[in-house]
C-alpha cells in the first residue's frame, strides 16, 4: 500500500524552508500531496491558484519532486486528508515558539480523526529562522528576498505589491 502524506500550509507565499521540508518527506513517503489551506478568513497576499501555481513553478526540474502533486483546499485538513486518502500530515518545526501552536493543532487533528498521525521535520538550521510572514515584510519595504525564496516568487510578490 503506497504511503501518501499530506504537506499542508498557508504557503503565502512558499519559501525555501517550505522547499527544504518537502524535500525531506519525499525521502519518507511514497508520494506527497502540498495542499494550500485557502481561508476565507485569513487575508492571503496570493489566491489559492497563485499559490498553487508558484509551488509547482516552483519544483519544475527538481528530480527529488517526481512523487509530489500540489493542490488546495477549504474547510478542515483533515476532512481533505481523508479524502486523499493521506494517514498523516507533515509539519515543519523551526524552533520551539513553533511547537505550541503545532502540538495544539497535531491534537485537535488527532481528535478530529484518529487514524491521521501528523510527523513534525525539522528543516535546515539556515532555514530555521525564515516564515512567510517576514518575507512578505522584507518584500514590502523591497529588500532583497534571494536567500528566502525562489526567484520566481520574489519576482511574483514583488509584482503584486507594485500593482496595490
Ligand atoms: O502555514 P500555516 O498558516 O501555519 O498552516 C496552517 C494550516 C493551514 C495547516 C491550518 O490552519 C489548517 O489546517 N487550517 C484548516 C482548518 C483546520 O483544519 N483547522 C483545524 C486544525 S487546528
Not at 8 to 18: A, K, L, V
Not at 30 to 50: M, P, Y
Request: hydrophobic share 45%; aromatic share 10%; net charge neutral.
Amino acid at each position: 500500500m503506497k504511503h501518501i502524506a499530506l504537506y499542508p500550509g498557508s504557503f503565502d507565499p512558499i519559501t525555501f524552508g517550505h522547499l527544504d521540508i518537502l524535500e525531506r518527506a519525499t525521502n519518507l513517503f511514497d508520494k506527497v500531496l502540498v495542499t494550500v489551506a485557502v481561508n476565507h478568513r485569513k487575508n492571503a497576499v496570493f489566491s489559492g491558484d497563485e499559490r498553487v501555481a508558484l509551488i509547482k513553478e516552483c519544483l519544475q526540474g527538481k528530480d527529488w519532486a517526481e512523487n509530489i502533486e500540489v493542490d488546495q483546499f477549504t474547510g478542515l485538513l483533515v476532512n481533505h486528508a481523508k479524502k486523499v486518502k493521506a494517514s498523516t500530515l507533515i509539519r515543519g518545526v523551526r524552533q520551539i515558539s513553533d511547537f505550541e501552536y503545532e502540538f495544539r493543532m497535531a491534537l485537535t487533528n488527532k481528535r478530529l480523526a484518529p487514524e491521521v498521525d501528523t510527523v513534525f521535520l525539522m528543516p535546515d538550521e539556515e532555514f530555521t529562522f525564515i516564515s512567510a510572514s517576514l518575507v512578505k515584510e522584507v518584500a514590502y519595504w523591497r529588500g532583497d528576498l534571494t536567500s528566502f525564496v525562489p526567484k520566481n516568487v520574489a519576482e511574483a510578490l514583488q509584482k503584486k505589491l507594485s500593482d496595490k
